[in-house]
């Protein structure tokens, strides 16, 4: 059986949850989110502010959903409530971010500016010390890793000077260059 589908749920303080039909839909403090579940697989039960959900049989895809659904609904309620980020860094000379309106300005070494539109749901923040570290935010995580991940594949970080957009914590392995025989 699912180690992480066994498990309650305790729905936090502040947040509504309701089921309707095959829908989940939450709302917290930063705003409200939905899932739709396949209940061919997986049944959602709610009571005395705890969710569970229960598998209906032993089938292979009945068993792959039931620890899915749990860590899906699991995302919703951290979503609504604390939010989820991604902290991406900018490194190179010349390289720099700044954001107008809705829409972020990437300057990566390339002839033109890169305009990314951001998507609705997501806003970046820049660092006040260093101002090529920024945050991109949201209640979503599949959205936040996405737009994270697509400003990242603008100008990935390359190994011999490390140059490039990576994420904060990210570790990019730095190769030595061609040397020259004397």
Known sequence: ?????????????GVTFQIDGNVITVKGPKGEMSQAFEPEYVSITQ???????NRNDDTKPARSRHGLYRSLIQNLFVGVTDGFAKT???????YRAALQGTTLVLNLGYSHPINYEL?????VKFNEKENNVFTV???????VGQVAA??????????????????????????????VKA
């Open 119 to 123: 998507p609705q749901g997501i806003e």
């Open 150 to 179: 697509e400003i990242r594949s603008f100008r990935k970080p390359e190994p011999y000077k490390g140059k490039g957009i990576r994420y904060q914590d990210e570790y990019v392995a730095r190769k030595a260059g061609k040397s």
């Open 88 to 94: 991406l860094e900018i490194r190179g000379v010349g």
């Open 137 to 143: 935010s949201g209640i979503d995580k599949q959205q």
């Open 1 to 13: 059986m699912s180690r992480i589908g066994k498990k309650p749920l305790s729905i936090p303080a």
């Open 47 to 53: 009571d005395d502010g705890t969710v569970t959900v």
